[in-house]
């Protein structure tokens, strides 16, 4: 059974629609698939209709921005209720966010001589929620780097004009909403932070103690020795696996809906665990 617990929409910065990847799942033959569109709940409705004419099951989701340790960790929710009130209100904060920090990003890059950035990357995202990823789009479009790793590596980083520091949501906040929204949490492609084993250890401490049950062991964006490593510390710490492929379509082509790996020996699939069975439609 193909499993996939993490995909980006055109609600933030995947370039498919809510619609088009429940289509894409059926040709990939997943059966079950969350749509986890950063800080927002805008394209489960989408999906959700979509599903109902096939057999996928959608996953109603949520990768919500968290800074902890003034670093930005990502925290999937999975499995929510996404219209639950304290969910929806705490991601609305995190959105007001996003607008000011997108002032931020472009005054920055004013700065290093790029005029019009919040215009463009606004214009980019349309409805979508606005993020670095549409600011990166917008200058490969003004001929600054001609590919998006390039463009952050330059722009978008800490040191470069475009970086503007994280105030997103506390680790407890976020896992406490997911918790009232009936989810269960985990953490987002935990290889992925550069930190050390110790950091990557308080980090989970941090997380368990918070209420936390899950780790995205394999991800499109880990390799496979970090894929095993994640296993590592699910087993050590007794947290549920998850499987996700980060997808974002044309954003970041080398990612493809539906890994094929599964959740390693020894580590009990999050998609196991009892809180699974509420479906919320
Ligand atoms: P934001 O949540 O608005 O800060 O944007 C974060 C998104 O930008 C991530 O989810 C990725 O899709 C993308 N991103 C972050 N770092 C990079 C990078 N180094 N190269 C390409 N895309 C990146
Ligand atoms: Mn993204
Ligand atoms: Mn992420
Ligand atoms: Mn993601």
């Keep these: 059974m193909r499993i996939d617990l993490h995909c980006h929409s055109t609600a933030s910065d995947g370039t498919m ?44 989701g949520v990768e919500i921005s968290v800074t902890w340790q003034e670093m930005t960790i ?104 997911i918790k009232n929204a009936g989810g269960i949490a985990a953490i987002a492609h935990p290889a992925r932070y550069k930190m050390s084993a110790g950091k990557l250890r308080k980090l989970i401490e941090d997380f368990i103690d918070y209420g936390g049950q899950g780790l995205e062991i394999v991800s499109g964006s880990h390799t496979d020795k970090q894929n095993h490593g994640m296993a590592n510390y699910a087993r050590r710490y007794e947290l549920y696996g998850s499987i996700g492929s980060d997808f974002h379509g044309e954003h970041h082509p080398w990612r493809k809906m539906g890994l094929t790996a599964g959740v390693p020996e020894g580590v009990q699939p999050i998609w196991e665990c009892p809180q699974w069975e509420s479906v919320y439609r």
């Design 17 to 60: 629609s809510p619609e088009e990847l429940v289509e894409l799942a059926k040709e990939v033959d997943v059966q079950q698939l969350a749509l986890t569109d950063h800080d927002c709940i805008n394209g489960i409705s989408r999906a959700l209709e979509a599903s109902k004419s096939c057999d996928l099951r959608l996953i109603p």
């Design 74 to 177: 990502h925290i999937l929710g999975l499995n929510v209720d996404w219209q639950n009130k304290d969910l929806c209100d705490g991601l609305d904060v995190i959105q007001q966010f996003r607008v000011t920090r997108a002032e931020g990003i472009a005054q920055g890059l004013e700065t290093a001589g790029i005029e019009d950035a919040l215009a463009g990357a606004t214009a980019l995202a349309g409805s979508a929620l606005l993020s670095r990823t549409h600011f990166a789009q917008f200058l490969i479009n003004e001929g600054k780097a001609r590919k998006m790793q390039d463009v952050f590596k330059r722009y978008m980083v800490k040191g470069k004009p475009g970086y503007v520091p994280g105030d997103w949501a506390s680790l407890e906040n976020a896992l406490q909403w």
